[in-house]
């Protein structure tokens, strides 16, 4: 990311669509974020990343 910004949120909740090919996530994860979950439902899905320093002490993680 361009502005940095990204380098002070430590969590990311957010809601993605299946009918969109873009997948972000990989974007994430080199940006140094893991899954913790991705709920499915019809056509949506929402999702938790975390930042990889904070993932072992996410209790919730699947």
Same mark, same amino acid.
């Given at each position: 990311m361009e502005s940095g910004i990204i380098? +002070? @949120?430590d969590l990311i909740l957010g809601e993605g669509h299946k009918f969109c090919d873009e +997948?972000?996530?990989?974007k994430l994860e080199k940006l140094g974020f #893991?899954?913790? #979950?991705? @709920?499915?439902f019809e056509i949506i899905y929402n999702f938790a990343y975390v #930042?990889?320093?904070y993932f +072992? #002490?996410?209790l919730l993680k699947e």
């Open positions: 380098n +002070d @949120v +997948d972000f996530g990989e #893991k899954l913790i #979950k991705r @709920v499915y #930042k990889e320093q +072992d #002490k996410w």
